[in-house]
Every structure is written in C-alpha cells, then in structure tokens.
C-alpha cells in the first residue's frame, strides 16, 4: 500500500457537502459528504447500484446534482461562470469506463485532442506531445499509429490514461480501469497508477471493484452505501466496520485472498 498523507493537515482538493443525485423518483444520493485530499489515491467502493459512477461524473460537472455543494481547488464549480469553471475543470484527467477512445481516430489522434480542443495547439504539435504522453504511459512507440480496435484491453487503457494526461492535471478520476484486465495486466496498471502519482504529484479519485488496486495503491478507501458515503478510512478501519456488505466484500473469500497477497509483498 503506497504511504498515506496525513489528512489532518493535508489540504482537501475536493469537497463534497450534501450532494443528491436523483433519476426521477430514483435517489441514488440523499446528503452525501467526502473529502479528497491533495495527493492521495482515494479507492471508492460500493455494491451495484449505489452510484460510485454518478458520483464521479458529479464532481468532474458532467452531471448537474439535484442539491448539495461541490467545491474543487476551494471554488463551487456549480456557482463558477463557464469560462471560469472550464479552466479549472481542465485540471482534471477523467479515464472512463471501457476507455471510451474515439474508434475513428489513431492512438495518437486521441491522445491530442484535448490538446487541439482545449490548449489551442496545433496539430503537429499536438501529436508530438501526444507521443509522450503515450510513453508515460507505457504504450511502445508503433502503438501511436494504430487505432483502437487493434488494441489490447491493456493498451487500451493506456491509451486512454494517456489522454488524460494531456493536459497535466492535477487531479485524475479513473472509472473502474482494471476491468477487463488479466491480473498481470492489472497489477501493471496499478503499479504505473502508483508511479505516476508520485512523480507527478496527482490526486487520484478511483472507482473500482478489484480488491488488488484497493491493497496495492489506495491510502484511503470510501464505501458508498445507504445512499452516502457509510465510510471513509484506511483499509484497516474500512474492513472493520459493522456492515454487512463491507463484511462480506472485504472478508470473504476473494478479500482474504486480496489482503493475504498485499500481506506477502515487501515494503518499501
């Protein structure tokens, strides 16, 4: 597990106060609250349903909340003029589920266009830091040439951790990216996570289901349940908590098999 900041004294660089999410009569966020503090990998968790998604896409503004407050960098993006809200929202590096790359475009298409469209480059340009991005990610250099389709599920999620990096952001959301993955590959997705954060300095928000990434990478983990956060802590005190899925999810069979493997690699 990578070294937890103290978050006492850590600055929050997301602040989530009484959110609500509703899909017609569907609440799927009653008063929800969370914190996000600058420089950690947060794992959030939750059974099907309890909108680990919906919440991502709250807080990077893709989806208007029915009520509450979001508060990104000290600002309330939802109270922001456009131009201002879209030039902190340009600090943010989103990694969708499935990759959600542009099918039409080459690897390095994709990884330039949030260069072209929101840092104004050129073309040429564009691609030629869209390569590097590409290597930070692991991608081989004949990798920028092709597209999607002739992709891996591996290297697709590179390519679109790539993308998300265009822009150097601060913070980096990534919606479930081990699914998919062999464990090999998910484990190298997970140690590439962890490099990056350190020698970029990110904060990153990461939904997922995979136990492993929980172990390996994640300071703090938050549990979505009963329509808010049920809690937000280490591992250790998460798995202790008196709830039946958190129970069942971190102590049954996979869970056990999770921490045994975190138990049984060296520390740094």
């Known amino acids: 597990m990578s070294a937890k900041p103290e978050t006492a004294a850590a600055e929050p660089v997301i602040q989530v106060r009484g959110l609500v999410n509703r899909f017609g009569a569907q609440t799927v966020h009653e008063h929800l609250?969370?914190?996000?503090?600058?420089?950690?990998?947060?794992?959030?968790?939750?059974?099907?349903?309890?909108?680990?998604?919906?919440?991502?896409?709250?807080?990077?503004?893709?989806?208007?909340?029915?009520?509450?407050?979001?508060?990104?960098?000290?600002?309330?993006?939802?109270?922001?003029?456009?131009?201002?809200?879209?030039?902190?929202e340009r600090r943010f590096g989103v990694l969708f589920q499935g990759g959600a790359l542009f099918s039409s475009q080459t690897v390095a298409e994709n990884?330039?266009?949030?260069?072209?469209?929101h840092a104004g480059l050129d073309r040429a340009l564009a691609e030629k830091l869209a390569r590097l991005k590409l290597a930070l990610a692991g991608l081989p250099n004949d990798s920028a040439a092709k597209l999607p389709a002739e992709l891996s599920g591996g290297m697709v999620k590179r390519a679109a951790l790539a993308r998300a990096l265009a822009l150097d952001p601060d913070i980096l959301f990534l919606d479930e990216p081990t699914a998919g993955l062999d464990p090999i590959g998910a484990a190298a997705f997970d140690q590439l996570i962890l490099t990056l954060r350190d020698a970029l300095g990110l904060t990153v928000f990461l939904v997922t289901h995979d136990l492993d990434t929980l172990y390996t990478i994640c300071d703090r983990v938050a549990v979505l349940s009963q329509k808010k956060v049920l809690v937000t802590d280490t591992l250790d005190v998460v798995a202790a908590t008196d709830d039946a899925w958190v129970q069942e999810y971190f102590h049954g069979p996979r869970g056990r098999a999770a921490q045994s493997a975190a138990d049984a690699r060296p520390r740094s």
Do not use: N, W
């Not at 990884?111 to 469209?117: D, G, K, M, N, W």
């Open 111 to 117: 990884a330039a266009t949030p260069l072209i469209e």
């Open 33 to 88: 609250d969370l914190d996000v503090y600058r420089g950690e990998i947060l794992g959030v968790v939750g059974g099907s349903g309890t909108g680990k998604s919906v919440l991502l896409r709250t807080i990077v503004g893709l989806r208007r909340p029915s009520a509450g407050q979001v508060r990104v960098f000290g600002e309330d993006l939802l109270d922001l003029p456009p131009e201002r809200r879209s030039r902190i």
